[in-house]
Every structure is written in C-alpha cells, then in structure tokens.
C-alpha cells in the first residue's frame, strides 16, 4: 500500500476530471440527525455541536492518543504526522467505524459509506503552527464532491488553543482560488485562500472534549495558532459515499462503514491488530 501521508501534487490533481460542486444531502428517513440539523448543513455547511462520548470514553481515548503520540515523537514524527492512522492502529479504525459517529453522517451521505481518512491534528501548548484558510476537496483526489469531516475533540478547543473557524455557506461557491502558503504563515498544510470573508459569514467552531463537528468537504475553514499554554488536540475522521470516485490509488484507503460498495471499487480494509 502506498504512503498516504504524501499530499498529491496540483499537476496531479489538475490532471483529474473531478466535479468539485456541492451536492446536497440528506436521507429521507434520518436515524439521528434532526431535518433542521440536515437543513443547516445544506444550508451553512457543517453541524456543531453533536454529543458522541461521554467524559469518560473520551477520557480513555485521550490516554491512547498520549500514549500514540509518545510512540511516534520517539520514532522521529510530530503531533501532526498521525495520518491515516485507520490503517495502522486498530483503537482509530473502531473509532472511524463506531456507530455514533458514522450514523450522522450516513444521514447526510446515505446508506453505503465509507470512510476513508484518519489524521490528528494536534497543537501543542504555544506551537505557533496554524491551519491556513482552505477547502478539504482541494486537497482530495475524489469526485463527485460528496464527502464529509467529522472533527472529533479530544481535548476541549476553544478559540484560545485554536478551534476551527468556518465560513458559513462557503461551500455553495464551488473549488475556490488558492495560492502556495508562504514560510511566513506557518501553516500546518500548503495552501491558502485569501479574503475569505467575501464568501460568507465568519463562525468559530467551539467544543468540548467528546464532542465533534461535521463539515462538508468543500466549506471554507481553518485555524488560529494555539498561543495558550493547552494543548488542542482533534481527530478528523473523512468519510464519502460509496459512489465517489477516488484516484491515486486511494479507493485502498477504505473501510465500509455502512452498507456496502456496489460499484466495487473501493477497499474494505480490515482492522489492523497493531495499537
């Protein structure tokens, strides 16, 4: 399997036929979103706050990720090297798969699913890194553009430490103009879309630890730098439906979540034993 931590060139992706226009979601028989919760998706893009673990789960998923992040440090990685973490480390596959989290998003996405990504973002007390104004499709070589990130907290983010900010409705407008980040900005990825207030409201993403978020896959968000002495830390978990198609080899970065795969083309990926 290929190293997916490497993010595709623009040659690539500009290379690819892909529809990066937004599809509107929704099941007609929702199990745990609200219409007005589906509503606001379609309608500002993402859904915040949602409860998924209780204090306690959560708290035993934070001692994993503590114990995760020390192995990796040790072995030459950063807090935000922890890419595709579903198919290496068994504890975040049963995370991308858990119930609770994928039964939101198969009410937007519909009855097979699958997901596909896993990556901590973690800022470290006062790391000064942030997360520049872009779009997740961007960087993503699927189509139709019908995916979605759950942004689970692991520990509690507040603007402080540097939660996610959206630009609501953002995610009507299309694939948007980007430009390379610059050294300057510190950015934890590689592109930035400037002025992005011209394409909605300004809308800041706190939660608490267990809770998660749910974006589409083409709203406009970002991050500030955490300043504080707390860390921050979130998991995303990517999921598209079965009928997108992933080039590059990704379609072997999938594990059915819900339903199946008529088409055939994606990966079921099994649980890894490692931990």
Known sequence: MKDFQIIPTDDELESLQRDLT??????????????DQIRHFNDRGYIAPLEIFTADEIGKIREYFDDL????????????????AHLKYGPVHDLLTDARIVSPVSDLLGENVIGWGSHFFCKMPRDG??????????YWPLSPSKA?????AIDDADQENGCMKFIAGSHTKGHMTYRPSDSTEHNVLNQTIDDPEQYGELVYDPLRAGQASIHADLLLH?????????????????YCSADVHAALGWNEKGVFVRGADPSGH?????RPADA
């Open 222 to 238: 970002g991050s500030e730098a955490n300043h504080s002495a707390r860390r921050r830390c979130g998991l995303t978990l990517r």
């Open 148 to 152: 979605v990130t759950v942004w689970l």
């Open 22 to 35: 937004f599809h509107p979601a929704g099941v007609e028989h929702p199990e745990t979103l609200s219409a």
């Open 129 to 138: 890194k942030s997360v520049a104004w872009h779009q997740d499709a961007s």
């Open 69 to 84: 992040l020390r192995r990796v440090t040790a072995g030459g990685g950063d807090s935000y090297s922890i890419s595709s």
């Open 266 to 270: 994606w990966s079921n990926q099994p």
